[in-house]
């Protein structure tokens, strides 16, 4: 079975930091690409962050950009997103994402919040 549990949310103050991780397991995660997508309350989707099969590569939306940083430990099988200089704005349920060609895969999400 495949499963991708979000854990790292929780309250903090704007300025702050969080590191959010998503433990995969139940397929290869080493040959999956692996993304951070979040949705805010009222929005639609918006993809945040995205890292490469092998770590190699990573790729960020302009409104977290020098802010957060993906990475990945292909050994552990688990995906981060270090969160830093947290605003309102960046509050969201964050769910990680693995994709390869057709397959698709998401998480159950965690809730961010920012607030003071």
């Known amino acids: 079975e495949v499963q991708l549990v979000e854990s790292g949310g929780g309250m903090v103050q704007p300025g702050g930091s969080l590191t959010l991780s998503c433990a995969a397991s139940?397929?290869?995660?080493?040959?999956?690409?692996m993304s951070w997508v979040r949705q805010a309350p009222g929005k639609g989707p918006e993809w945040v962050s995205a890292i490469n099969s092998d770590g190699g590569r990573t790729y960020y939306a302009d409104s977290v950009k020098g802010r957060f940083t993906i990475s990945r430990d292909n050994a552990k099988n688990t995906l981060y997103l270090q969160m830093n200089n947290l605003k309102p704005e960046d509050t969201a349920v964050y769910y990680c994402?693995?994709?390869?060609?057709?397959?698709?895969?998401w998480g159950q999400g965690t809730q961010v919040t920012v607030s003071s």
């Open positions: 139940g397929f290869t995660f080493s040959s999956y690409d």
């Open positions: 994402r693995a994709t390869r060609g057709s397959y698709d895969y």
